[in-house]
């Protein structure tokens, strides 16, 4: 590992709220980016961005509760 401040951080009951205001919603112009991220051996699929018509459409709010938190300063010697 490279010297430096290392913090990792365990979430559960990530919500976020994303609003875009529309006259007419067509659910085919609706898209979802996801990420693809792999954490100790567990694959998982993470919301990236959404986007209407093109639009990303902003989020408005998140919430999430906390449930470890750890940090560590490495430093590498020579």
């Known amino acids: 590992m490279s010297t ?8 559960i009951g990530l919500i976020g709220t994303h609003e ?3 006259e007419n919603f067509h659910i085919e112009s609706l ?3 996801l ?3 792999k954490v100790s051996n567990i ?3 993470l919301l990236n961005f ?3 018509n093109n639009q990303v459409i902003p989020n408005v709010k998140s ?5 470890y ?8 010697l020579g």
């Open 4 to 11: 430096g401040l290392y913090v990792e951080e365990k979430e």
């Open 20 to 22: 875009i205001s529309v």
């Open 31 to 33: 898209k979802f980016y």
């Open 35 to 37: 990420t693809n991220v």
């Open 43 to 45: 694959d998982y699929q």
């Open 50 to 52: 959404m986007t209407y």
């Open 63 to 67: 919430d999430s509760m906390l449930t």
């Open 69 to 76: 938190q750890n940090c560590k300063f490495i430093k590498r």
